[in-house]
């Protein structure tokens, strides 16, 4: 209830409540809580502006998020290497993302310049592109990967008048109503290192 009343968001309490019932042996639904509903609407993290945070001091970084959608673990991790061109696209080597899975990331258009700047200034294949000191604590990361995600998908959304009912993903709930192009948020979906449509809906499409 503490936390509840806290305005931790409904995401966090679940966290909480579940490793409680670990460490006791029981369900979270047997301590007598209601949990608030986890909606995309009580969804918080890194949609509005960081207090303290000037995007402008870092633009390197920032723009190479927009461009990139990687997480934060993931942008510590990347190498000059892993910045390379497959025919005209250029694209990012996530070497160990979520659940340690590989993936290659397409640059979003129009910031392939700011990737590729970043990487020019190491001095070899190994270095890595960002070091500690260049990535801000508080640093919104999954509101670039939003951004991403927003641009990737309206490049490869079709019409949805044309498309077969099948491949049409019909939202619920506070977004009752709208309809996505399913085939489109699979592959946003594959690069943002998920694997399922309603997480990029749910999370990123806000």
């Not at 006791?24 to 960081?50: A, H, I, M, Q």
């Not at 951004?147 to 490049?155: D, G, P, R």
């Not at 019409?159 to 099948?166: A, E």
Request: proline share 3%.
């Amino acid at each position: 209830n503490f936390r509840i009343g806290d305005g931790v968001s409904p995401w966090t309490v679940a966290l909480d409540a579940a490793a409680l019932a670990k460490l006791y042996g029981c369900k979270s639904t047997d301590f007598g809580v209601e949990l608030p509903k986890r909606e995309r609407s009580n969804v918080k993290r890194s949609r509005g502006e960081v207090k303290g945070f000037k995007e402008e001091k870092y633009k390197d970084v920032v723009d190479f998020c927009k461009g990139s959608g990687v997480r934060i673990h993931e942008l510590k991790s990347l190498t000059k290497k892993d910045i390379y061109y497959k025919g005209k696209a250029l694209y990012i080597h996530v070497k160990q993302g979520k659940g340690g899975k590989e993936r290659e990331v397409p640059v979003r258009e129009g910031y392939e310049k700011a990737v590729l700047n970043a990487a020019a200034k190491c001095n070899d294949d190994k270095e890595k592109i960002f070091k500690e000191k260049e990535i801000p604590v508080r640093f919104p990361c999954h509101k670039y990967r939003a951004e991403y995600a927003k641009a990737q998908y309206e490049k490869l959304a079709r019409d949805i008048s044309i498309i077969p009912d099948n491949e049409k993903y019909i939202c619920r709930k506070d977004k009752a109503g709208q309809v996505y192009d399913k085939v489109a948020l699979h592959e946003v979906s594959v690069m943002l290192g998920h694997n399922r449509e309603s997480v990029v809906v749910d999370s990123y499409l806000y």
